[in-house]
């Protein structure tokens, strides 16, 4: 009765790799279903640490400039900055200096008084127009920063300090140097006035306009300058603007002044060179002054070689106060650059 049949035991064996086999199968669809809810989440966080790598790296730079590190008190400049590639907000706010006050020009155009140490939110804007006024010190450095603010909490604030020297000429540091000063401003009137070193005569534009000037047709006082000028017939014309400064025109002196008053005539001065090798004869400039006016000054007078003309554009019938952009563009038939030919600064209007 104990005895076991070799049918029976062939009949158990058979029966347990059955169960064995059932049981392996489903532990490996178990196994495969929970591999499958671990999967999605360990590649979201792969892509988020990845994503946050990224955002860290490329959000780093923001470097910012202006045309010039050194600017004079009440002096109309442009700050701007690299564009962050990310949703945000970019704020501007300068630290306290003695004796320094800042104007800028908001999102909305409008120019404000700036308290130091008061943000001015600025949105997707990447460069900003101010003026910085120095009343104490002839040197004085002013530090700003520049801040970007992202959208997304989850990413941290970047910013850049930066900083521009403010010079007032007016505060001496020396009885020496104000002598030389009023040396300086004597030299510039007497330049002004036509008084130069050179032999040659000094041409006035035909647009000039000795009994005033309305808005839309400035004063032009142009001085031709010769430097034994000898044309290629078979060379290359190449004009080159040059910016020379700003302030106001009282007949034919202009004066540098870094703040025009609304009721005189304003003025800026650049010179106009032909760095070529032939001669200009069909040339002609535009400028566009504050205020949103357009000048068209036609067909100059034709320039050689190594000539310039040196043009004081005067200008009246302000209607707006505040930093207000100019500039100046040439042309000329068969300029082969045209790299050379513009400039664009700005000068603030005040009441």
């Given amino acids: 009765m104990n005895n076991v049949t070799q049918e029976q035991k062939d009949s158990?064996?058979?029966?347990?790799?059955?169960?064995?086999?059932?049981?392996?199968?489903?532990?490996?669809?178990?196994?495969?279903?929970?591999v499958v809810s671990v999967i999605p989440s360990a590649f979201s966080s792969l892509a988020s640490i990845a994503d946050g790598v990224y955002n860290y790296n490329e959000d780093q730079e923001l470097t910012v400039a202006t045309k010039?590190?050194?600017?004079?008190?009440?002096?109309?400049?442009?700050?701007?900055?690299?564009e962050i590639p990310r949703a945000g907000t970019y704020i501007f706010n300068y630290e306290c200096t003695d004796g320094a006050a800042l104007d800028a020009r908001n999102t909305s155009g409008d120019i404000v008084k700036l308290d130091c140490s008061e943000d001015l939110f600025l949105d997707d804007q990447t460069s900003l127009d101010i003026v910085i006024t120095s009343e104490k010190q002839r040197f004085v450095d002013v530090a700003y920063n520049v801040i970007f603010v992202p959208d997304n909490e989850e990413l941290t604030d970047i910013e850049t300090r930066s900083k521009v020297t403010i010079v007032n000429a007016s505060i001496p540091t020396s009885a020496s140097v104000a002598t030389e000063d009023e040396e300086t401003t004597e030299t510039d009137a007497g330049e002004v006035a036509g008084e130069s070193t050179s032999p040659e005569t000094a041409e006035t534009n035909e647009n000039t306009n000795q009994s005033g000037v309305v808005a839309g047709e400035p004063e032009t006082v142009e001085e031709i300058i010769y430097a034994l000028p000898v044309s290629d017939p078979n060379g290359d014309i190449d004009l080159q603007i040059t910016y020379l400064g700003v302030g106001t025109l009282a007949g034919k002196t202009f004066s540098k002044q870094a703040v025009i008053d609304q009721d005189k005539q304003g003025a800026f001065r650049f010179e106009v060179t032909n760095i070529g090798t032939?001669?200009?004869?069909?040339?002609?400039?535009?400028a566009a002054l504050p205020s949103g006016i357009n000048y068209d000054a036609g067909e100059q007078a034709p320039l050689k070689p190594n000539e310039k003309a040196v043009i004081t554009l005067g200008f009246e019938g302000l209607t707006q106060v505040g930093v207000e952009r100019f500039g100046a563009e040439v042309y000329a038939d068969e300029d082969v650059n045209a790299t050379n030919n513009s400039f664009t600064w700005a000068v603030e209007i005040v009441k």
Avoid: C, P, R
């Fill in 68 to 82: 010039n590190s050194v600017i004079n008190t009440g002096e109309a400049f442009t700050i701007s900055w690299t």
């Fill in 12 to 34: 158990v064996t058979k029966t347990l790799a059955i169960i064995g086999f059932v049981a392996a199968i489903l532990l490996t669809v178990w196994l495969a279903v929970q």
């Fill in 278 to 286: 032939k001669t200009a004869d069909d040339w002609s400039y535009e």
